[in-house]
């Protein structure tokens, strides 16, 4: 049994000796299995009829009322371009992240001095677009002017386990915990104890996040939710994976990240249609690219690929391509690798020196389980075996708990003879999920 299974019939078990304290009957396990309590349930009414995103709007429109009357006026920018960040965040959308951007900039140029509220916007859309080391250095100027600026320290926190500084996100993220245990400064501990491979940690993390919770804060309940269920559909619990998702989506409808995963669920079923379907609501409009649109195209090019129609996703990933190359900027690590996986996932073999050539520099910066691991892919391409076994090696040794490493172990043992070893790494990643399929074999390069 997982600990995940575990957890919740914990769970299970404590809800159903109160019931039966108070009631005085004894329910038959299958019964109380029935009657588990959905711990990821949102347990706040919703706030009317209104969208989160229709709220913002009518926020930023107050922003800018305030901004026609005080056009030098720093703080009313900063709080504009906070809101602009929020809408980015809820949909997706570039537009809204440069919206953020400028109005930071201008809050900025009114007041340059002690303007943490714009600096703080500045360095989560340097998050937001993977470019961490200006994340890094913009939160560690945020402290300096604000010691005790708590979101300063959940973005250098992200940032460092985005680069795969372990022990230093470990460091940050428990002073944040420790001063505002907060939804968000929870379910970033969450991330950095999956990263570590601390699996029963990362549980009791996500559990702290959904417990703190408030109500109006619809975005980081969205959130918590759809990280909670990547972290069970990636260790065999696809229906507790799915019904996170889809509470999330209840949240933040037709919110981008967990419509794909949903799909990448579906997918991993054998549910083309389904996933089709999912992967579709993910774009928004021609006029506004959303940030994920290159995300659902590689998905609807996957199942086409999948399905056999390789002409039909050679132009759904030359869609993916054109459009990640037009709005992502390459010269920030985390896109590199993104386009190095749409350029392996596609399977082209005159993609592969791009694809060596992007990772490599992206190991100069960071080299998290992530980031070894796609090297590694390209590796096994290129039949670098013992490179590539070299590079795993590396990614395992961070404690990462990944069904997908451990079979790229395998194959790679297996190609340089190591029979033993690759049936040991088999082992691992069955274990940590028995749902890993040949679909996502023929997915990952496996």
């Not at 005159?350 to 190991?363: K, Q």
Request: net charge negative; glycine share 4%; with cysteine.
């Amino acid at each position: 049994m997982t600990s995940l299974s575990l957890f919740l019939r914990q769970q299970s078990s404590l809800w159903a000796v109160s019931a039966c304290l108070v009631t005085g009957i004894v329910l038959a396990p299958q019964f109380i299995e029935r009657l588990t309590p959905r711990p990821y349930r949102y347990p706040f009414s919703p706030d009317g009829k209104a969208s989160i995103t229709a709220q913002l709007t009518q926020e930023a429109d107050f922003y800018k009322s305030r901004i026609q009357q005080s056009p030098e006026d720093g703080l009313h920018h900063a709080a504009l371009a906070t809101t602009y960040l929020r809408l980015a965040r809820a949909t997706g959308s570039d537009n809204w992240y440069l919206l953020a951007e400028q109005a930071a900039q201008q809050s900025l140029a009114n007041l340059p001095y002690n303007n943490t509220g714009a600096l703080l916007t500045q360095a989560k859309i340097a998050e937001a677009r993977h470019d961490f080391d200006r994340a890094i250095e913009l939160g560690q100027q945020i402290l300096t002017v604000s010691p005790q600026q708590e979101e300063a320290l959940a973005i250098l926190g992200t940032a460092h386990l985005a680069k795969g500084n372990l022990p230093e996100a470990d460091d940050l993220v428990q002073q944040l915990v420790s001063r505002v245990p907060t939804q968000n400064a929870h379910t970033l501990q969450a991330l950095v104890h999956v990263a570590q491979g601390q699996d029963n940690q990362a549980v009791t993390s996500f559990q702290s996040a959904l417990a703190v919770e408030e109500p109006g804060e619809v975005g980081s309940s969205a959130r918590t939710r759809t990280l909670l269920g990547r972290f069970y559909a990636e260790r065999g619990e696809p229906a507790l994976a799915q019904q996170l998702y889809k509470e999330a989506l209840a949240l933040l409808p037709r919110s981008p990240q967990p419509l794909i995963y949903q799909a990448q669920l579906a997918v991993r079923a054998g549910r083309y249609r389904a996933a089709e379907r999912l992967y579709n609501q993910v774009f928004i409009s021609q006029d506004y690219p959303n940030v994920w649109d290159h995300v659902a195209l590689q998905g609807l090019a996957s199942v086409k690929q999948l399905r056999g129609d390789t002409t039909a996703a050679n132009q759904l990933w030359q869609q993916a391509e054109t459009l990640f190359r037009q709005h992502e900027d390459l010269n920030t690590f985390g896109h590199r690798r993104e386009l190095a996986r749409l350029l392996l996932a596609r399977g082209q073999e005159t993609d592969l020196p791009e694809a060596l050539s992007l990772m490599e520099a992206d190991l100069q910066i960071r080299r998290d389980a992530e980031t070894l691991d796609t090297y590694a892919w390209v590796l096994t391409r290129l039949g670098q075996y013992q490179a590539a076994q070299a590079t795993l090696t590396e990614a395992l040794d961070t404690g990462v708990q990944n069904a997908r490493i451990y079979h790229r172990a395998a194959l790679v043992a297996t190609a340089l003879d190591a029979p033993d070893q690759a049936s040991h790494y088999t082992q691992q990643a069955q274990a940590i999920d028995p749902t890993f399929n040949n679909i996502d074999r023929q997915l990952w390069g496996l």
